[in-house]
T-cell receptor
């Protein structure tokens, strides 16, 4: 257990649904990340938050909306997704963003868009 | 652009043999290179990392080498064991410390 939890672990949603993914870290870190992991593709960075401020949006479509209310919690709000958005969504945290420290990953949410 | 290429995509070795995975990166300013291991159905976990001020780092059966001139780095696993079977990802730091990951290598160690 790395101290980063994600809920739900599995999610099936239709293209018209609205859902949210949640990530929580208990490591006292100040940076949190969202990654997308698709089959046969590398881990794709989506968003970075450092001390609750978004510092990176890696050209992510607006149907993905992140929220970071404090350094321990990170959300990813989903609406009008497409089937190609089906993937494993991983949250990670590190002591600070933009510094060279280990990133600790959560177990991921397996998302299926019908 | 910001790019990390990783090869091979799959690698099968016999138990006890060595395994080598190679990565190249696009930005000569990159200076941090971690390697993550992801077992089936589990989260990625850091196994070793190297910074640009050193050329090689070892941790028991795992070693990483870095050639800054050629912009490539490699993971070496010696005396492989079945529990080494997993997907391995390299990564390199880019502008602002952002990590870009390689495509992953699925390593299979056959008993």
């Amino acid at each position: 257990e790395t101290g980063v939890t994600q809920t739900p672990r599995h999610l099936v949603m239709g293209m018209t649904n609205k859902k949210s993914l949640k990530c929580e870290q208990h490591l006292g870190h100040n940076a949190m990340y969202w990654y997308k992991q698709s089959a046969k593709k590398p881990l794709e960075l989506m968003f970075v938050y450092n001390f609750k401020e978004q510092t990176e949006n890696n050209s992510v479509p607006s149907r993905f909306s992140p929220e970071c209310p404090n350094s321990s919690h990170l959300f990813l709000h989903l609406h009008t997704l497409q089937p190609e958005d089906s993937a494993l969504y991983l949250c990670a945290s590190s002591p600070q963003a933009h510094s060279y420290n280990e990133q600790f990953f959560g177990p991921g949410t397996r998302l299926t868009v019908l | 652009g910001e790019n990390v290429e990783q090869h091979p995509s799959t690698l099968s070795v016999q138990e006890g043999d060595s395994a080598v995975i190679k990565c190249t990166y696009s930005d000569s300013a990159s200076n941090y290179f971690p390697w993550y291991k992801q077992e089936l159905g589990k989260r990625p976990q850091l196994i070793i990392d190297i910074r640009s001020n050193v050329g090689e780092k070892k941790d028991q059966r795992i070693a990483v080498t870095l050639n800054k001139t050629a912009k490539h780095f490699s993971l070496h696993i010696t005396e492989t064991q079945p529990e080494d079977s997993a997907v391995y990802f390299c990564a390199a730091s880019f502008q602002g410390g952002k990590l870009i990951f390689g495509q992953g290598t699925e390593l299979s160690v056959k008993p």
